[in-house]
């Protein structure tokens, strides 16, 4: 079978995609690194992260996250289980609670919070803000769109 010949902007993308899906991968083992000392994961931060930010459900965390819901109900679940996140009624879905943190939550991710700071002022000054705003116009641009594409299939 003969598969249709890339341009050189499909090349570019390809590439492009590769290096970020590389990069995804670095990032979350360099957030595990940061949030072990708290007994936490990459994954277990991002919710903590979620529910911090604003009382979420777990299907708006999901969303919001970019991740399966399921996945985030397990680890919500765990980290409810654990002290560091409570749930709540939500007055606009009586199934659907909302996650907030607790005061144990509010410390671990705080600690998180404070080694991730030294870790991201490091790297953004070798890196340099402007090149860092540039590309995440770039990365925001380009999942708008792919979010755009799969929402008209």
């Known amino acids: 079978m003969n598969d249709p010949p890339r341009t050189p902007s499909g090349d570019a993308f390809a590439e492009f995609a590769i290096s970020v899906l590389r990069l995804a991968g670095h990032l979350t083992s360099e957030g595990d690194r940061l949030a072990q000392p708290s007994g936490q994961t990459s994954a277990r931060w991002q919710v903590l992260a979620a529910a911090r930010h604003s009382t979420l459900s777990v299907a708006d965390a999901a969303r919001a996250l ?88």
């Open 66 to 153: 970019g991740l399966a819901r399921q996945g985030v109900q397990r680890i919500a679940d765990i980290l409810e289980a654990e002290g560091l996140l409570a749930y709540q009624q939500n007055p606009a879905h009586q199934r659907a609670k909302l996650m907030t943190l607790t005061p144990s939550g509010e410390a671990a991710l705080a600690e998180i919070t404070a080694r991730q700071s030294v870790w991201v002022n490091a790297l953004g000054a070798e890196m340099g803000e402007e090149r860092l705003r540039q590309a995440t116009a770039l990365i925001t641009e380009l999942a708008a769109l792919l979010g755009e594409r799969r929402a008209s299939t």
